[in-house]
């Protein structure tokens, strides 16, 4: 299944719920055959990991950006 939007890297960094102080980090990005969704693992340090949605982007989760 092809997503509507490029989908995020490993690597690339995203903000989750507006929180800029915590560092998350996509560790994977799988297709959940179950929901049809594109998932987004991320690894958060010494907080863990969680996961966020393809389709929740610009709502959830929004990518990180460098003021320059």
Do not use: C
């Amino acid at each position: 299944m092809k997503p509507a939007k490029t989908l995020p890297h490993v690597g690339e960094r995203l903000v989750v719920h507006g929180l800029f102080q915590y560092e998350s980090t996509v560790i994977g990005v799988e297709w959940d055959e179950e929901r049809s969704a594109w998932r987004i693992d991320l690894d958060w340090g010494i907080h863990g990991q969680s996961r966020v949605w393809a389709h929740d982007e610009n709502k959830v989760w929004f990518r990180w950006r460098r003021n320059s």
